[in-house]
Nanobody, 128 residues
């Protein structure tokens, strides 16, 4: 089993920044794909950023490219999402997720329903 715990959400004005953290514990050796998803009220869960941890390959949704950066700190089993130039439309609950993946394309293409492990979510609110 793998446990994921997010932190770092909050409220910020448009143009501001936040950094989300996701601490992973348990049998993390089997995890090769970690991702950040978000879900706003009335919307489907959307993949924001993903990382194939074996190679560090990253993928981003078009809506956040150039503004968000996903990274990992292996010694702490922690995944980060640095969010800059935040917009009101970034307001959502952000979730950390993980799954086993044998290749980068598996990580890139997997829908939310394919992810095995999820954190509890952290609220991000961006005001205009």
């Amino acid at each position: 089993q793998v446990q994921l715990v997010e932190s770092g959400g909050g409220s910020v004005q448009a143009g501001g920044s936040l950094r989300l953290s996701c601490a992973a514990s348990g049998y993390t050796a089997s995890i090769y794909c970690m991702a950040w998803f978000r879900q706003a009220p009335g919307n489907e869960r959307e993949g924001v950023a993903r990382m194939f941890t074996g190679s560090g390959t990253t993928y981003y949704a078009d809506s956040v490219k150039g503004r968000f950066t996903i990274s990992q700190e292996n010694t702490k089993n922690t995944l980060y999402l640095q969010m800059n130039s935040l917009k009101p439309e970034d307001t959502a609950i952000y979730y950390c997720a993980a799954k086993r993946a044998i290749a980068p394309y598996v990580c890139y293409s997997a829908p939310a329903t394919d992810f095995d492990y999820w954190g509890q979510g952290t609220q991000v609110t961006v005001s205009s």
